[in-house]
T-cell receptor, first 113, second 114 residues
Framework: QKEVEQNSGPLSVPEGAIASLNCTYS??????FFWYRQYSGKSPELIMS????GDKEDGRFTAQLNKASQYVSLLIRDSQPSDSATYLC?????????????FGPGTSLSVIP | EPEVTQTPSHQVTQMGQEVILRCVPI?????FYWYRQILGQKVEFLVS????????KSEIFDDQFSVERPDGSNFTLKIRSTKLEDSAMYFC????????????FGPGTRLTVT
């Protein structure tokens, strides 16, 4: 059974701080990794994808991937109250790149003004 | 910006009834998916669809479920005889051709089975 694990939180950070979200996955053969943001009652919104070891930056967001440790993280710099949401880590879980993604349980982030 | 749309936003049905959930994927996307999320739980994969056929399905996707792409734009999920435990948010997603296959989700249909 392929698993994606995340700390459920809640993670609370003050406005302007860096929020650090972590994720581990069980399938060493996974190739693509995704971070989604989900506001309460809404659908998952794609923030970033990453498939190579190292860092990938997009605005205030940086995704980090370490395949040897089976670890993915998301850093949010200059956190804003509007970043308060549940962050879902997702991992490509099929034999092909277009197959399903397997979601973690999500980490709830609260940014305190 | 192109987006996935879903209708209806909320569907209430009685146990044993059939429901059809509808999705319009992003127009140039070729890969289509259905996921569901029971309240307070993880997003769960149901089925993926490519080239007019199912490419993968989960254990949840039993004989009560079916998918169809009846025309060039719509992608539907049918549940033949709904059960109380089918109550959930159902999300449609689509992805384009490419290396990573980023999946973009629609707003969801909240299905309530009474």
């Amino acid at each position: 059974q392929k698993e994606v694990e995340q700390n459920s939180g809640p993670l609370s950070v003050p406005e302007g701080a860096i929020a650090s979200l972590n994720c581990t996955y069980s399938d060493r053969g996974s190739q693509s990794f995704f971070w989604y943001r989900q506001y309460s009652g809404k659908s998952p919104e794609l923030i970033m994808s990453i498939y190579s070891n190292g860092d990938k930056e997009d605005g205030r967001f940086t995704a980090q991937l370490n395949k040897a440790s089976q670890y993915v993280s998301l850093l949010i710099r200059d956190s804003q109250p509007s970043d308060s949401a549940t962050y879902l880590c997702a991992v490509n879980g099929g034999k092909t790149s277009y197959d399903k993604v397997i979601f973690g349980p999500g980490t709830s982030l609260s940014v305190i003004p | 910006e192109p987006e996935v749309t879903q209708t209806p936003s909320h569907q209430v049905t009685q146990m044993g009834q059939e429901v059809i959930l509808r999705c319009v994927p992003i127009s140039n996307h070729l890969y289509f998916y259905w996921y569901r999320q029971i309240l307070g739980q993880k997003v769960e994969f149901l089925v993926s669809f490519y080239n007019n056929e199912i490419s993968e399905k989960s254990e949840i996707f039993d004989d009560q479920f079916s998918v169809e792409r009846p025309d060039g734009s719509n992608f539907t999920l049918k549940i033949r005889s709904t059960k109380l435990e089918d109550s959930a948010m159902y999300f449609c997603a689509s992805s384009a051709e490419g290396l990573v296959h980023e999946q973009y989700f629609g707003p969801g249909t909240r299905l309530t089975v009474t």
